[in-house]
């Protein structure tokens, strides 16, 4: 079965074709990080604006890409949430046309069940169950996926996502937007011991997540340096930032694991790029003896491919919409959306 996807939750405009879930036939992906650079974050009425002029251009190169019609594809699939809310809607509404005009079915897809299928890609014998940790922009969640389309979440942050405090305290560290990959960099030549930055933990909720009192601990310490005219010591307070980051995000899902004994484990989302965090997790799963799958770097950030594979599944269960079918802005995974 061959899906088209079309993925506009955010800042890039994607589609791609991909055959029974799992092979990948094309995959187009257009960025915007270049216009919202000069704004410092994603400025949500020039995305929507962006997405409406690219989207056709990506769907054709998809199809070409592909070497297919229209007419050879069986069904179409959407990131229909979360995500910001006029974002969505243009690829929804690009994808209705698509499958009304085709004839095929329309299927609905949440953004981060789409993350974590990206690892179906990548790995042709991955089947859940499994852990997953889901870090990326807008999220970051410990969730315990049980079948393609059975979550349950575990864990969830409280307040800020991992990638929001990694791209904040970017900004105030003079990286440009999106700020994560910086810190990524410079973290590799500093000091991860010069700073020690506060990891937050919850009595209650043992896989809850808060990043907002590290990221103001770095702005505070960064606007220390700057009121004393001393110049930022870039690179260990990246360090020490990605540390006290990955720290919290590899203990809490090694715990998950343990508790409820699931010995295979799947990172997902735009912060799975982090090297910091790929060696952390790397490191703590063969000590403790846990099977890792870790996604492609090309497939940790927003892409189509995945919407794809997990639309193949989502069909499987039979999940269509109609053509009422709307965007939402938020959703929760364990539940159905369209
Ligand atoms: O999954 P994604 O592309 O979009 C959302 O769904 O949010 O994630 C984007 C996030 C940004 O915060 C970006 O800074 C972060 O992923 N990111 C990284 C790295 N590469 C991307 N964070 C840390 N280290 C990286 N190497
Ligand atoms: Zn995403």
């Known amino acids: 079965m061959r899906i088209l996807a079309i993925e506009s939750s955010c800042d890039e405009t ?3 074709v991909v055959e029974d879930g799992r092979r990948i036939l094309s995959s187009v992906v257009a960025t915007q990080i270049d216009i919202h650079k000069l704004y410092g974050g994603v400025v949500p009425e020039i995305a929507s604006r962006q997405h409406i002029e690219a989207i056709s251009t990506v769907v054709e190169n998809a199809l070409t890409e592909a070497k297919l019609k229209l007419s050879q594809i069986d069904a179409i699939a959407v990131t229909a949430a979360p995500g910001l809310i006029g974002a969505l809607l243009v690829g929804v509404n690009f994808a209705k046309g698509l499958a009304f005009s085709s004839g095929v ?20 014998d991955l089947e859940p169950p499994f852990l997953a940790l889901v870090v990326s922009g807008g999220h970051s969640n ?3 996926v049980d079948g393609y389309t059975d979550f349950t979440v575990l864990g969830r942050t409280r307040d800020d996502a991992a990638g929001e405090c990694f791209d904040k305290a970017a900004r105030v560290m003079g990286f440009p937007y999106p700020g994560g990959k910086y810190i990524d960099e410079a973290a590799k030549k500093g000091d991860a011991k010069a700073f020690n930055f506060p990891k937050t933990k919850f009595a209650d909720a043992p896989y809850d997540f808060s990043f907002s009192g590290l990221k103001t601990a770095v702005i505070n310490t960064c606007h220390g340096f700057k009121q004393k005219g001393e110049e930022l010591p870039v690179n260990d307070i990246a360090a020490s930032l990605q540390k006290a980051i990955c720290d919290v995000l590899t203990d809490k899902l090694i715990l998950a694991a343990s508790e409820t004994g699931i010995n295979k484990i799947v990172l997902a989302g735009g912060v799975s790029a982090n090297d910091g965090l790929r060696e952390n997790v790397t490191a703590a799963c063969k000590k403790d ?9 090309n497939l940790c950030g927003d892409n189509a491919v ?8 989502e069909h499987m269960a039979g999940v269509t919409a109609d053509m009422s079918l709307n965007a939402s802005a938020t959703a929760a995974i364990d539940k159905g959306i369209g």
Not at 289 to 297: A, F, R, V
């Open 14 to 16: 994607a589609a791609a």
């Open 105 to 124: 079915p329309l299927v609905p897809v949440h953004h981060i069940r789409g993350h974590i299928a990206s690892n179906y890609l990548a790995y042709p």
């Open 142 to 144: 410990i969730i315990k």
């Open 289 to 297: 003896g846990y099977e890792l799958y870790l996604p492609p770097k």
């Open 306 to 313: 995945m919407i794809a594979s997990q639309g193949y599944y």
